[in-house]
C-alpha cells in the first residue's frame, strides 16, 4: 500500500498510462479505495484535456509583413556596410523608451558643446611677441578675447625698438603680463638712452595700449597710440 | 516512381524537407525556405508563448524574435540535431525573460505607497462580465487564471505537454533538464491546476 502522497507524485503518470504494470496496479488499488485520490485523480484527468482542447489563437493579419519588415533591416544588417547598417538599428514602430534615449543623448551632447565652447573661452590666452605678426586681437570689458582682422603695432617713433604685437590677449592674461606690457624699459637709440613706457588703459573703445618714450630729462611724450578696438 | 511505359502516370509523392534541410537552405540564400519554416512553426510556436505570457501582442513580438534567432544562426545549422526542439528553446527562453522582466515591473509598481486607507479603488471592468461570456471563454478564462499561479517552470512544462503534445523527452530536451524532473514538474503543474480549478469544476458540474 502506497499513501496519498506517494499515489499523487506518480497521479500524471498513472493517468497517462506511463507506469509498469505493477506500479499501475498499486496506484489503482489507492485510488479505488481513497476517494480523495479518486477526486483529485479525475480532475486531473479534466485539467489536462481542457488544456487539451483549449481553442487555438491566431496571428494577426500583419505578423507576417511585421516579421518581413525585421528580416529585412537583419539582412541588411548582416550584409550591408555599416553606413548602409546604420538606418536598421533604428525601431520599425517609434517606441517612447528609444524616443526618450535619443532626446536624452541630444541634451548631453548640446550641453558637452557649449560647455566646451565656454571652456574655450575661458582658457588663458597668450601674449606673443614677433616683428612679422600681423594679426592683432584685441580685447574689450565684455568679450573675452575678439579678433580683429587689421594689424596692429607698437612701434616707437625711429622704428628701431622691437615691435610689440599682441595676437591674443585675456583679461587673465592682462593681469599675468601686466608687469611686463606695462614695464620701463630703456635702451639705445643713435647713441641716446631712450626711456620708454608701455602702459594699458580701458578706453570707451576698448583696450588701448600706449608707448611713451621718455627721452633723457626730457618730459613724457606720448610716441604712438594703438588702440584695439573692433 | 516512375512514369509507366503505358503512359499511365503514377502519383508522385514529394518528400517534405526535414527543418534542418530548410535551414541550410535559408543559409544557401533560397528566400523560400524561411517562409515554409513560418509557416510550419508560426501556429505552434504562437499557442505556446501566448499561453506562457497571456498577452497576444507581446507572444507575437516574441515569436517574431524567435525567427529571427533562427535566421541569425542559419550559419550553424550543421550543429543543430533537433530543430523542433531548438525553436521551441528560444521561444520558451524568451518567453521566460518576459515574465521575469514582468515580474521586476510589477515588484516596482508594488513598491508604491498605499493610500491612507489601504486599499486602492478599482474600476470594475464591464467590458467583460461573467455572465457575457461565453462558455468556451469562461473555460479558458478560469484556466488562464490557474496557470497564471504556476511559476514560469511549471507552466512552461505543462504547456509543452498538454497543449503542445510533446513527448517528455522532448521536453526535456527543450527545458535543458532530466526527463524525470520533466515529469515531476508536469504532475506538480496539474496538482496546482486542479487544486485552483476544484471549485470551478465542481461549480459547473
Not at chain 1, 592674461?173 to 602702459?199: A, D
Not at chain 2, 499561453?51 to 507572444?59: C, E, H, P, S
Not at chain 2, 543543430?80 to 518576459?98: C, D, R, V
Request: charged share 30%.
Amino acid at each position: 500500500m502506497i499513501d496519498c502522497k506517494r499515489a499523487q507524485d506518480s497521479m500524471s503518470d498513472f493517468i497517462e498510462g506511463l507506469l509498469e504494470t505493477e506500479k499501475h496496479n498499486i496506484v489503482q488499488t489507492h485510488v479505488d479505495g481513497c476517494s480523495l485520490c479518486a477526486s483529485v485523480c479525475e480532475r486531473m484527468r479534466r485539467v489536462r484535456d481542457l488544456l487539451n482542447g483549449l481553442p487555438q489563437v491566431a496571428s494577426s493579419p500583419t505578423f507576417e509583413h511585421i516579421l518581413k519588415d525585421k528580416l529585412r533591416l537583419e539582412r541588411e544588417r548582416s550584409e550591408g556596410t555599416l553606413w548602409r547598417r546604420l538606418p536598421s538599428y533604428l525601431p520599425i514602430r517609434p517606441r517612447p523608451a528609444f524616443a526618450f534615449s535619443m532626446a536624452c543623448l541630444a541634451v548631453v551632447i548640446g550641453l558637452f558643446l557649449v560647455k566646451s565652447t565656454l571652456l574655450q573661452k575661458r582658457q588663458p590666452l597668450f601674449i606673443a611677441e614677433s616683428e612679422h605678426s600681423t594679426k592683432v586681437e584685441r580685447i574689450s570689458p565684455s568679450e573675452d578675447t575678439v579678433s580683429l582682422g587689421s594689424p596692429a603695432r607698437l612701434v616707437s617713433d625711429r622704428n628701431e625698438a622691437p615691435n610689440y604685437v599682441l595676437r591674443k590677449i585675456s583679461p587673465q592674461h592682462l593681469e599675468l603680463q601686466r608687469g611686463y606690457l606695462s614695464s620701463t624699459w630703456q635702451s639705445q637709440f643713435n647713441r641716446e638712452y631712450i626711456l620708454g613706457q608701455t602702459r594699458l588703459q580701458w578706453t570707451s573703445e576698448g583696450l588701448q595700449a600706449v608707448k611713451y618714450v621718455l627721452p633723457s630729462a626730457t618730459p613724457p611724450r606720448r610716441l604712438q597710440t594703438v588702440t584695439f578696438s573692433p | 516512381m516512375r512514369e509507366s511505359a503505358a503512359g499511365v502516370r503514377v502519383q508522385r509523392k514529394q518528400r517534405t524537407p526535414a527543418d534542418e534541410e530548410l535551414l541550410k537552405k535559408v543559409h544557401e540564400g533560397d528566400p523560400g525556405a524561411f517562409d515554409m519554416i513560418v509557416k510550419r512553426y508560426k501556429m505552434r510556436l504562437l499557442n505556446f508563448v501566448f499561453r506562457f505570457v497571456g498577452d497576444r501582442d507581446q507572444a507575437e513580438e516574441l515569436v517574431q524574435e524567435t525567427f529571427l534567432r533562427v535566421f541569425r544562426e542559419r550559419k550553424n545549422h550543421e550543429r543543430i540535431s533537433n530543430f523542433s526542439t531548438w525553436i521551441f528553446t528560444i521561444a520558451g527562453n524568451l518567453a521566460k525573460s518576459e515574465l521575469r522582466r514582468r515580474k521586476r515591473w510589477r515588484f516596482f509598481s508594488l513598491d508604491q505607497p498605499e493610500s491612507e486607507e489601504g486599499t486602492e479603488f478599482e474600476i470594475p471592468d464591464e467590458s467583460q462580465r461573467p455572465d457575457d461570456l461565453t462558455h468556451d471563454r469562461m473555460i479558458e478564462r478560469a484556466v488562464e487564471e490557474a496557470m497564471e499561479t504556476l511559476s514560469p517552470k511549471y507552466r512552461e512544462a505543462v504547456i509543452l505537454r498538454d497543449i503542445q503534445g510533446f513527448a517528455y523527452e522532448e521536453i526535456a530536451e527543450i527545458i535543458g533538464c532530466p526527463v524525470g524532473t520533466v515529469k515531476s514538474r508536469v504532475n506538480r503543474a496539474r496538482l496546482r491546476l486542479q487544486e485552483e480549478l476544484k471549485e470551478w469544476m465542481e461549480g459547473i458540474q
